[in-house]
Structures are given as structure tokens and as C-alpha cells.
């Protein structure tokens, strides 16, 4: 009797090479739009309502700027919660589209006021038109992108943000030569022209079947205990990363002066543009996503703990290009867990959901980098906040440790 044939296991199928589809361009290209138009403007805001008269400024007092901002900030990320919910309701693309709109208006108003009631109108406007397209924005890249490709996705996205951030405030400090309105006016025309882009590429992505009433899924999300644990601790991250605008940017002009924040940001989105979609492809390379996550928010709070050793602007900045390389490594690696978190029907919502962190992380973030450092200042302990927040680091690298068991492989979190 003869031996049996041995059995071929045919080899598994490579995945498919990642090619961007019109929609992911048009995502991409939109994404450098909105920043750019973004940075255009809200940093003029302060330099022409607050600036001295007779420099062309309005001579508001810095605590009338502060409230317009912040107001913004709140209704943007109140809204966003929402917009992510509706998405799943009625697909990104019409939300993403009535958002770019209503963020046109608010900013091209802000070009016609002089009062502070309208201008905290059109802040507002604006805010609202940020918090409609957040949400759809990051569902419809999870829709438009295969699970093994969503990492790439997600930072070429950011990529293309950090590009605008670079680009925009030297557009807009340009147009502040000719006027504030010129300017703003020029930052709504580019919300108009995303808006074109992304009605001529982005097909209307309808909604899963089962997606419910409006909220229903942001009760699922919040439901979704794994989930919600990641939300929750991801709030130490953004206390974090808030700190680049806050301790970070007190720091920088108490070794260099004011003319330090130049510098400072511009090695930030610098880096950004120029390392993270090759920082990314190597991370994909050697560590699972949720490894990944973990081991930048532990470089985060370590640059931030090393900040307490720097006595110099260039020793500062050495540990800002650390500080970024753990930022530039949450944010895709962040998305791409969201999305395997979230079932088909319900993304908008989880994208939304988790924008509490942000929201909630950003604000406490704010608050507490100057109470530390004004801390640290009066008890003669320098080290105080930086030391504090290395802690804080640690504390969230290990609490995603924990709240991301189990996530190593696609597919994996859906029904946690």
C-alpha cells in the first residue's frame, strides 16, 4: 500500500498593496485644507482683537479673546459626540459637507465684526461646524479604508494636518499684512473649497443597517466596557499632549523669550510632516497597535519627565522632537483601535464617543499645566511639573496596557 500523497497548504494570500482610492485623496487633501485654513486664522484672532491699537489691533483685553477661543473649543467638542452619532444615521459625507459650510460662514463673519457679542456668534458658528464634520470625518475614513491599512490611512491623514498647521499661520500672518478681514475671509474660502473636494470625491457612505435611533450608539459605545475604559484612560494622554501650548510653551520662553514659540512648533509639525508616515510603516513593522499606543505614551511622559533636566532653549528642543515622536505615533495608532472597537453600524458614534477624552484631557490639561508650574514656582521646586506629569505618563501607558488587553489582532474588540 502506498504512502499518501503529502497534503499543500497553499500559502496565504499576500494583503492587498495600499493604493489611495479618489476618496482617500480627496480625505487627505480636505484634511490639509481644514487645518490650514484653521491655523490661517484662530491665531490671528488674538494678535488683532487683543493686539495694541496702534499696530492695527483692537485693544480687547486678553480675557475677551480667551472666551471667544474657548468657547469655540467647548462647542466644537460638545458637538462632536453628537456629530458622530448622526453620521451613523445619516453617512459622514452630509455631515462633513454642512459642517465645512457652516465653518465657511463662521469664519468669513469673523472678518465683519468689531463687537464682541458677534464675534462670540460667529466663534460659536464655527465651533459648531468643527463638531458636525470631526466625527464623520474619521468614520468615513474607517469606511473608505481596509482594516490593514487603516494605521497608514490614519497617519498620512495626520500627516497632511501637520502640513497644514506649518503652512497655515505663515498664509495667514501674509494676509494680516493686507487685513484681518482679508485673511479670514481667505480661511473660510478654503472651508469652501474642502467642501468641493470632498462632494466630488467622497461617495455618500450609507449607514449600516441596525444603526438605531440617533443616540442609540452612543449608548452602545459608552456600554462597551473595554471601550469605555480605553476612552477614559486615554484622558491622561491629551493632559499630555495639551502641555505643548501650555508648560511646554512657559518653559520655551523662559530660557529663549517670546520669539521661542517660532521654533518651538515649527520643529513639532515639522518632524510631524517629515517622519511620521515612515516612523508608522516601522512601527507596523515590529509592534502590535496596541504595543505601539503604549509605548508612546510612555515616550510622551518620559520626554515630558526629561524637560525638568533642560536648562537650555536646545536642550528644550531635543526633548520636544521626543515629545513628538510620541505624539505622532498616538494619533493613528489611536483611530485605528477606535475603529476596530467600533462595528460597522455604529463608528460614527465610537469616533464620537471618544471624543470625550480629548475634550475632557484638553481641558484639565490646560488648566493644570500653568497651576503646576505656577506651583512649582512658588514652592522652589522647578522639577514639580514635569516630574508630575512623567507620572501621569506612566500611569496611562499602563493604564492602556490594561484597558487594551486582548487588541493585538483586527477584529478582536467588536463584541467586548
Same mark, same amino acid.
Given at each position: ?26 480625505? &487627505? ?214 502641555? &505643548? ?172
Amino acid at each position: 500500500m502506498s504512502a499518501p500523497a503529502p497534503v499543500t497548504v497553499p500559502p496565504a494570500p499576500d494583503p492587498a498593496p495600499f493604493r489611495l482610492s479618489a476618496a482617500q485623496q480627496g480625505l &487627505i487633501a480636505s484634511n490639509f485644507l481644514m487645518w490650514g485654513g484653521f491655523f490661517a486664522v484662530i491665531p490671528l484672532v488674538t494678535v488683532h482683537f487683543s493686539g495694541p491699537t496702534a499696530h492695527g489691533g483692537l485693544g480687547w483685553s486678553a480675557a475677551s479673546v480667551g472666551l471667544v477661543l474657548g468657547l469655540r473649543q467647548v462647542t466644537q467638542q460638545g458637538l462632536t459626540v453628537f456629530g458622530g452619532a448622526w453620521s451613523d444615521r445619516l453617512g459622514p459625507k452630509p455631515l462633513i459637507l454642512a459642517g465645512c459650510l457652516l465653518r465657511t460662514l463662521g469664519f468669513a463673519w469673523m472678518g465683519f465684526t468689531d463687537t464682541l457679542p458677534v464675534l462670540l456668534a460667529a466663534a460659536t458658528l464655527a465651533g459648531v461646524g468643527g463638531g458636525l464634520f470631526d466625527a464623520p470625518k474619521s468614520a468615513a475614513i474607517t469606511q473608505v479604508t481596509p482594516a490593514g491599512h487603516r494605521t497608514r490611512m490614519f497617519s498620512l491623514t495626520s500627516l497632511s494636518g501637520n502640513a497644514g498647521m506649518v503652512t497655515g499661520p505663515l498664509i495667514g500672518a501674509a494676509l494680516l499684512g493686507l487685513s484681518f478681514r482679508t485673511a479670514a475671509l481667505a480661511a473660510a474660502s478654503v472651508y469652501l473649497l474642502a467642501a468641493v473636494v470632498l462632494a466630488v470625491t467622497l461617495p455618500h457612505l450609507r449607514p449600516e443597517r441596525g444603526a438605531g435611533r440617533s443616540l442609540d450608539g452612543l449608548r452602545v459605545a459608552a456600554q462597551n466596557t473595554r471601550f469605555r475604559r480605553f476612552t477614559l484612560v486615554l484622558i491622561g494622554y491629551f493632559i499630555l499632549s495639551t502641555q &505643548i501650548n501650555v508648560a511646554v510653551t512657559l518653559k520655551a520662553i523662559a530660557l529663549a523669550g517670546e520669539s521661542a514659540t517660532g521654533p518651538l512648533y515649527g520643529l513639532s509639525a515639522g518632524l510631524a510632516v517629515a517622519l511620521q508616515y515612515p516612523l508608522l510603516r516601522a512601527v507596523e513593522r515590529f509592534l502590535p497597535t496596541r504595543a505601539a499606543l503604549v509605548a508612546a505614551v510612555a515616550l510622551v511622559g518620559l520626554s515630558l519627565g526629561l524637560m525638568s533636566l533642560a536648562t537650555s532653549f536646545p536642550a528644550l528642543l531635543a526633548c520636544v522632537a521626543l515629545y513628538s515622536l510620541g505624539t505622532m505615533t498616538v494619533y493613528p495608532t489611536q483611530q485605528t483601535l477606535t475603529s476596530r472597537f467600533a462595528p460597522p453600524e455604529r463608528v460614527g458614534s465610537y469616533f464620537g464617543f471618544s471624543a470625550i477624552s480629548l475634550g475632557v484631557g484638553g481641558a484639565v490639561g490646560s488648566v493644570l499645566g500653568g497651576a503646576l508650574v505656577d506651583a512649582g514656582a512658588r514652592a522652589g521646586v522647578p522639577a514639580l511639573p514635569w516630574v508630575t506629569l512623567a507620572v501621569i505618563g506612566l500611569f496611562t501607558a499602563l493604564g492602556l496596557h490594561w484597558a487594551l488587553q486582548g487588541m493585538d489582532a483586527p477584529g478582536e474588540a467588536a463584541q467586548a
